[in-house]
């Protein structure tokens, strides 16, 4: 359901009807409650919801839209009523709590989705240096389609063994050197990036020597320490050579 949108009157009701108990608790009457329904329902109305990416998302975020709006309902009703009780009460603390770690939960699931498009990525871009295009084809088909190992021999004229012995060698490669790949390709990034931000100032020295460790651990364990310049100007060839070697 990625992407669609639709008309939120039956979800917001569902999510109203579903949660009903927890919210009038937390609501404390039911003025709060229903007035909160009212501007949920008639903020949501003016347009469409964007689902996320499934129906439990969209649900989560209609709930989550209820309790933040029953949370300012009753901050400003304390207000009117001139309540100078506190507001952290076990309800604000309890809903939250449950924002903040939705949120969080959110947030996290935002960097895990992005780190997985970087390494499908990686992993591709690495593929394509290394393998075969009808190997990559062979391993888009048995992991993107959720094609048997069967019926990819069958569809296209080849054994069993030989689909086996295509995503075995894949495999084994990528094991063992996707993460080299990445680390010289960050390493490529970064070296570009310090050279084009002015390279081996005088005042740039720590980050320059930081890095220098990272690309070149065995040539910094022997560079001087205490000869600046020397240093410097030894990082910014050995960093230029770098970037024309693997281009």
Not at 138 to 156: E, N, V
């Amino acid at each position: 359901m990625t992407g669609q949108t639709f008309t939120l009157t039956d979800l917001t009701s569902m999510v109203f009807k579903a949660n009903y108990d927890e919210l009038k608790k937390w609501s404390g009457n039911d003025d709060i409650l229903h007035s909160s329904y009212i501007q949920v329902y008639e903020r949501l109305q003016r347009g469409s919801f964007a689902t996320g990416d499934t129906i439990n998302h969209a649900v989560k975020n209609v709930l989550n839209y209820y309790r933040k709006t029953i949370v300012n309902r009753r901050r400003m009703n304390g207000k009117q009523m001139k309540d100078n009780r506190p507001l952290e009460d076990s309800y604000l603390v309890e809903v939250e709590s449950i924002m903040t770690f939705n949120d969080d939960c959110e947030k996290d699931d935002l960097v895990f989705q992005n780190q997985l498009k970087y390494n499908n990525k990686m992993v591709f871009q690495y593929l394509e240096l290394t393998a075969e295009p009808f190997e990559i084809y062979i391993l888009k088909l048995y992991y993107f389609t959720g094609m048997s190992y069967d019926q990819i021999a069958r569809s296209h004229n080849l054994k069993n063994w030989s689909v086996n012995n295509i995503l075995k060698k894949l495999r084994a490669d990528l094991r063992n050197n996707l993460q080299k790949y990445i680390n010289k390709m960050e390493n490529l990034e970064e070296v570009q990036s310090f050279l084009n931000e002015g390279g081996c100032t005088n005042n740039r020295y720590h980050i320059a020597m930081e890095l220098y460790k990272k690309v070149y651990p065995e040539k910094y364990k022997n560079i001087c320490k205490g000869c600046r310049s020397k240093s410097l100007r030894i990082i910014q060839a050995d960093f230029q050579i770098y970037l024309k070697l693997n281009k």
